[in-house]
């Protein structure tokens, strides 16, 4: 809705008729949110929207046991629909409004004062005409005009598809199913495990030490190279995450700032983008080659390829997971629970931490873990 045109209104009575997964409307003080759309993406769950379906969140967003980042506000935003009607006159509608009023100015003096927040004030769903760039073309080729306003523009993001290229063909090429990951990848892993486990089970592989010693490597080792090829892997992640997805590039350099956005700017500016959240097997191929080969030359023969099938399992296991922590909906208290509640963080308001996505061990070592909230 434009701030420009006149809100709709709706009684008390009429907002709490909404509580179910098929219509779900919440209030911030006064504002009516339509968040039926926002349920399946919840990091907390579902469950926990619909327990207060029809009630103000306003205590919810303020913590604890989350206070809810700038960017979580904007977000919400875009499913802001109208007003609790005008003739509400009850004490708690008199309350709401008061909240309302406390909410808006705490959000303006905090938007004043952040820097990345003057792109978009108070920001609603995107606005076509000001934006800082044009959503009815493709966006590959504009990003990087944006120059030193590209940072702050990339990390506000939006419930909105991207569209990169014009090119159909071009255009179809940087999107994928989740399923093509398993599709493609799986009987890879399934044929490689069995052909490293059958070489070893023959009794001819060894790792020559000396002309005269050399050590017989057991098929019971193929587990063992399996999980470290799995590991090193998640040091790959961690890395390519890190150091080339979250690159800063130079705000004069047009180039880096559009390999940037086409490599992964493009997910934290619409993350649940779900055409976008797994790797296209072409793409992904560069990687895999690289860790193959890397691998097939610095360890003997089938040693090598033992470890890079453990990788390669390992990767299909990381889109996986990946794409479960925007579009699942784990059990609280669970592992993948808090994992999903860990990689929200590192969208909406940790950008420069959080960097594992399988686990968060890496982020321990190199101090890069998203930090517990202070009340």
Request: glycine share 6%; hydrophobic share 35%.
């Amino acid at each position: 809705m434009s701030p420009l045109t006149s809100p709709r209104f709706f009684s008390e009575g009429e907002v709490a008729r909404h509580c179910t997964k098929d219509s779900c409307w919440v209030l911030q003080g006064t504002r009516v949110y339509d968040v039926t759309a926002f349920l399946r993406m919840h990091p907390g769950g579902e469950a926990l929207i619909l327990r207060r379906s029809g009630k103000d969140i306003s205590p919810e967003l303020e913590g604890p046991p989350h206070r809810h980042s700038d960017n979580a506000r904007r977000w919400l935003e875009q499913y802001y629909i109208g007003e609790l009607g005008k003739d509400n006159d009850t004490d708690e509608a008199q309350v709401l409004r008061e909240r309302r009023k406390t909410t808006e100015q705490t959000t303006d003096k905090n938007v004043k004062n952040t820097e990345e927040s003057s792109l978009f004030p108070h920001c609603n769903s995107v606005d076509l005409d000001k934006d800082l760039v044009d959503w009815r073309k493709p966006l590959a080729w504009q990003v990087g005009h944006l120059r030193e306003k590209y940072d702050a523009w990339v990390h506000q993001p939006v419930d909105r598809p991207i569209r990169l290229f014009g090119n159909p063909f071009l255009e179809a090429s940087t999107k994928t199913s989740w399923y093509w990951v398993p599709v493609v990848w799986l009987p890879i892993v399934f044929y490689l495990s069995w052909h490293c486990y059958t070489t070893l089970a023959k009794g001819t592989a060894r790792i020559v030490l000396t002309s005269d010693f050399s050590i017989q490597i057991h098929e019971y080792v193929f587990p063992v190279l399996f999980l470290t090829g799995w590991f090193l892997w998640s040091f790959v992640e961690y890395c390519i995450h890190r150091f080339v997805f979250h690159m800063k590039p130079p705000a004069h350099n047009y180039y880096l700032i559009t390999i940037h956005f086409l490599l992964h700017g493009q997910h934290h500016k619409s993350p649940f983008d779900g055409s976008r959240l797994v790797f296209p097997p072409g793409l992904a191929s560069i990687v895999v080659g690289g860790f193959y080969v890397i691998l097939r030359n610095t360890l003997p023969d089938i040693l090598g390829v033992s470890v890079f099938v453990g990788g390669l399992c390992g990767y299909v296991v990381y889109d996986m997971i990946h794409y479960y922590l925007h579009y699942g909906s784990p059990k609280r208290g669970s592992y993948m629970y808090n994992l999903k509640a860990y990689h929200v963080k590192h969208h909406f308001e940790h950008q420069r931490a959080g960097f594992g996505i399988t686990s968060t061990f890496w982020d321990h070592p190199f101090n890069t873990v998203i930090p517990d909230e202070k009340f």
